[in-house]
């Protein structure tokens, strides 16, 4: 799971134009074009590695059967993004 946060900053960067990096800070080797190639293959709908909007749901169940007391599992949201209605829940 601790791969979504990461998946949605570089898909939201790869929806840069094509001349951009989007990893500009990054060092150019085999790691950054890992993930960039992941990150473009899950994120495109034409893909068969694509993931799904509906997956996520999926992905929470998965987290609270794992124990997780708080999930935020939604195409291209930060977690911090819903920090203030799930801290108020865990009250």
């Known amino acids: 799971m601790r791969i979504l946060p990461l998946l949605s900053t570089v898909a939201a960067l790869l929806a840069l134009p094509a001349s951009a990096d989007p ?11 890992r993930i960039v190639a992941f ?4 994120t495109d709908p034409s ?4 993931v799904t909007p509906e997956a996520f749901a999926d992905y929470e169940r998965v987290a609270y059967a794992k124990g997780f007391l708080m999930v935020s599992a939604t195409p291209l949201t930060r977690s911090s ?6 801290f108020a829940r865990l009250r």
């Open 47 to 50: 893909s068969p590695d694509y």
């Open 81 to 86: 993004y819903h920090a203030g209605d799930d």
């Open 39 to 42: 990150v473009q293959s899950v």
């Open 23 to 33: 990893l500009p800070s990054w060092a150019d080797g085999a790691a950054k074009q």
